[in-house]
Structures are given as structure tokens and as C-alpha cells.
């Protein structure tokens, strides 16, 4: 009888040492949301970049559409009915929505004079959202057809 009740405690002792663990564990683990609280939501993406590339099925990937000013029109057009909310009405990252966001939304300005900045990366950056990256910027693919991501992106190019 006194073994089973010291095996009890033991037992009950440990699952609330393993409880605390776990929460201290989830707490340190938040990732993006959490750890890279001081990064800037540009610099989440870049980050993860330079770790991981750009996912292949959209790394090579090149803008059918020409530059022309109508495209670039209907981009402008698609960037405020999807994207300003949070990138702001000038790209500049200052929303209303995304005023509590962490990571915050990026400032997309000059965002294409950065090697990096491939057709594909803002492509990969738009159709995927912040998946992969843990970010809450949410996935176009299903919501804007191919030719709409491509029109925006013109846009953010002119930016
Ligand atoms: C709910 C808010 C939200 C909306 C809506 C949103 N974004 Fe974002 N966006 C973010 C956040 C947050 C980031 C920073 C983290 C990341 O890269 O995912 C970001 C990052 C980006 C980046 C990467 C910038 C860089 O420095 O690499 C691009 C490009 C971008 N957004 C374009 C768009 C476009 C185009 C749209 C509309 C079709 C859009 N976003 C809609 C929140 C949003």
C-alpha cells in the first residue's frame, strides 16, 4: 500500500515536471511569431531564404505579362484590394491591419532592387504567403488567378 501511494506521487510529480516543460518548451519555440520578435517582416522571409532558397517549383519562374502601363494598371488594382490593408496604400508596410502583426508586414519599396528579389521569389512570396515562412501573410494561390499574381508583381516592381 505505501509503495503504490510513493509510486503515485512519483508519478504525479513527474507529469507535472513534464507539463512545465512542455508549456517552457512551447513558449521558447514560437518560432517567427516569438524568437525573431526584433526582426523586421522583410527580414524573416530573407532569412529563410538564404537557409532554405526558394522553393523549386517556383524558383525559375519568369513574368509572362510585359511591363506594359495597362498590366501594370490592373496590378495597382489588385494591390489595393488585397494587399494594402496591411502593405499600406504605398507599399511602405503601414496598413491598418497589419499594425499588430508579428512579424509585421514589409515594406515592399525598392523591394525589387534586391538581388534576391527574383520574379520567382515574389511569385513563390505571394502564391505561398507567409506559410513557409510563419508570417501571417496570407496564401494568394487559390484567391488570385496567375495572371492577377503577375499583374501585382509588375506593380510592386514599379514601386
Ligand atoms: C494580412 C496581412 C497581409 C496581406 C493582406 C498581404 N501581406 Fe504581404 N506580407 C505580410 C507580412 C506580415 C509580411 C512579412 C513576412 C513575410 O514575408 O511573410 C509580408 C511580406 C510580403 C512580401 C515579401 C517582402 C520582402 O521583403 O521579401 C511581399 C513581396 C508581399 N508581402 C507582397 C504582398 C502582396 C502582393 C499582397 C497582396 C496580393 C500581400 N503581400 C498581402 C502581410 C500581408
Known sequence: ???SITTAVAIISLTIVGVVFAQGGMGMGMGPQGGMGM???SSVRH?????????PEYAGATNPLSGTAESVAHGRQIYEQNCATCHGPQGF??????KSLQPP????VNLSRMPMVSDGYLYWTVAEGGVP?????PPFKDVLKSDDIWAVILYLQTL
Not at 508596410?93 to 497589419?98: C, I, S, T
Not at 515562412?133 to 501573410?137: D, K, R
Open 47 to 55: 532569412h529563410f531564404v538564404m537557409q532554405n532558397g526558394i522553393d
Open 105 to 108: 508586414p514589409a515594406n515592399l
Open 93 to 98: 508596410g503601414d496598413g491598418p491591419a497589419g
Open 133 to 137: 515562412v510563419g508570417s501571417s501573410m
Open 1 to 3: 500500500m505505501k509503495t
Open 39 to 41: 526582426m523586421s517582416g
